[in-house]
């Protein structure tokens, strides 16, 4: 499979230090709470930047964005990559983290990476924090990276799969189902303007997700529908 196109936000590297920092190993000692409202913060800071008082763009903002191509896929992530196209146009089910039941955002990215013995937690808040931080920055992002996104006020809410070059993959609400979002487009507007975290679950072949009992926050409800505008 080989599914590339790709955008480029223009965010302040200080900011995505920022932000990178509350999902660091560090935060081992930070209550649950701390941490989320961080999240909320930076999902504030991030918007601010990055979005009209509208909350969308205009289609030619769309236009002007120029992703550059991602390199090649690394083996591990060419096979997550694969597993997650395997279940494009399964129904997005609230909860969902199953084929069969269908899948949420965060249900998705945790079946498609178990299924290549990367363990994951339920959530997309809790997954914010796995792995390793990757800059905002479409020119560090690369294949099998997972973004994840917040309104502006809001604590992060939805995750994607990064295929490269500006494509993501991911269980939508809006799109009723797994699905690819093209960034360079219109389609992708919402999702340039609201990503706050990239992390990075696999170098060298290996798991970079740290053990889910650092990782698990008690008492989390499941990913709430995402908000994304769907295209008319």
Known sequence: MNRSTQVQPRFAPAIALLLLSGCAQGTLAVSPSTILNS?????SVIGAHGSTSSGSTSSSASRARNIPNSPRATATASRVLGTADQYVGV???WGGNTPQSGFDCSGFTKWVFGKQGIQLPRTSREQARAGQ???LDFGAMLPGDIILFAEPGEAISH??????SGEIIHSSSGYHGVTYTDLNTHAGDWYVQNMVVVRR???NGR???QSLSFLTIPGLPFDPPDR???PR
């Not at 999240?39 to 999902?43: E, N, R």
């Not at 995750?159 to 490269?164: C, N, Q, R």
């Open 39 to 43: 999240v909320i913060l930076a999902g």
């Open 91 to 93: 129904k997005y089910t």
């Open 133 to 135: 931080g990757v800059p």
């Open 159 to 164: 995750v994607a799969i990064y295929v490269g």
């Open 201 to 203: 679950l696999t170098s």
């Open 207 to 209: 798991s970079l997700v």
């Open 228 to 230: 994304a505008p769907v």
